[in-house]
């Protein structure tokens, strides 16, 4: 299938040899994604070598890509060489060129590396994304590192960002994996508040109408909870079948989670600048 594509590139360049450079260029990008994606490693960089000596001209997301292909190496050199020539071209990294770069970083287990770009990121004035979190707390699942863990869990708080499925699953897998059962059960708890609302007042708000559903010993609680917010808040139902399962483990449902114990640990540990080291 990739050679195809490719031979349909070739084609689609000679007969439409005067198509717009920027209209090849998207052609270009396409092709490229579709190459990094099935880690077609040579072929993207035999096509992106192509595209720069042709003079077609590059944009912010075709530097992505290609630093992203940086992480099938690894090669941290390498990403930092497309990050010149992305500055040289003018082009702006985002955020997704962060999370790009962080990638090439952690696939050689480099975290105090990966912090570094993080800090980068923020002093840039560049607004970090859940995702940008998430790829660091999910290599540090993988690799057992909680200390890690924990630090980005924080920084997901203080930057005021909603955590997702994903960061519950990496911090809470994190906990099981080092048979950490309680303290798992308690970040459970307090991110799946965090991913219903951050705001204090809101949260005890919607608890005080959420807490029978979540406490509720009807068969149907689980269905009901999805049926109530699929169509709108699918975040919220996943937060609170969460919720109901620590109810199930014996937890008590509280709902100010910033007085949670592992909160305060988390919080504590980060204001004292205990920043994690490989």
């Known amino acids: 299938m990739i050679d195809?594509?490719?031979?349909?590139?070739?084609?689609?360049?000679?007969?439409?040899?005067?198509?717009?450079?920027?209209?090849?260029?998207?052609?270009?990008?396409?092709?490229?994604?579709?190459?990094?994606?099935?880690?077609?490693?040579?072929?993207?960089i035999r096509t992106f070598k192509i595209m720069r000596s042709w003079g077609l001209p590059t944009n912010t997301a075709i530097y992505n890509i290609m630093i992203e292909c940086c992480k099938l190496l690894p090669c941290v050199k390498s990403a930092g060489a497309l990050l010149s020539l992305m500055f040289r071209d003018g082009c702006c990294p985002t955020v997704v060129t962060f999370t790009s770069l962080l990638k090439v970083v952690l696939a050689k287990e480099?975290?105090?590396?990966?912090?570094?770009?993080?800090?980068?990121?923020?002093?840039?004035?560049?607004?970090?994304?859940?995702?940008?979190?998430?790829?660091?707390?999910?290599?540090?699942?993988?690799?057992?590192?909680?200390?890690?863990?924990?630090?980005?869990?924080?920084?997901?708080?203080?930057?005021?960002?909603?955590?997702?499925?994903?960061?519950?699953?990496?911090?809470?897998c994190a906990y099981v994996d080092q048979e950490l059962y309680n303290t798992a059960l308690e970040a459970l708890q307090v991110l799946s508040m965090r991913m219903i609302s951050l705001d204090a007042s809101i949260l005890k708000e919607k608890g005080a109408?959420?807490?029978?559903?979540?406490?509720?010993?009807?068969?149907?609680?689980?269905?009901?909870?999805?049926?109530?917010?699929?169509?709108?808040?699918?975040?919220?139902?996943?937060?609170?079948?969460?919720?109901?399962?620590?109810v199930t483990m014996g937890s008590t449902i509280s709902w100010s989670p910033e007085d949670n114990l592992w909160a305060r640990r988390l919080a504590s540990s980060y204001d004292a600048n205990k920043r994690p080291v490989s």
């Open 209 to 246: 109408a959420l807490e029978d559903l979540i406490l509720s010993e009807d068969p149907d609680a689980e269905l009901k909870i999805i049926r109530t917010f699929e169509a709108t808040e699918e975040c919220s139902a996943a937060a609170l079948l969460n919720l109901r399962w620590c």
């Open 110 to 172: 480099d975290f105090e590396g990966a912090l570094d770009l993080l800090d980068l990121c923020i002093t840039e004035g560049i607004q970090p994304d859940i995702e940008i979190f998430n790829t660091i707390l999910s290599e540090a699942n993988a690799k057992g590192n909680i200390h890690v863990v924990e630090y980005i869990v924080e920084c997901i708080h203080r930057a005021k960002i909603r955590p997702d499925e994903s960061t519950l699953w990496y911090t809470f």
């Open 4 to 44: 195809e594509m490719l031979r349909y590139l070739n084609v689609a360049e000679n007969v439409l040899w005067n198509m717009d450079p920027y209209q090849k260029s998207d052609l270009y990008g396409i092709v490229l994604h579709a190459l990094v994606k099935a880690k077609e490693t040579p072929k993207a």
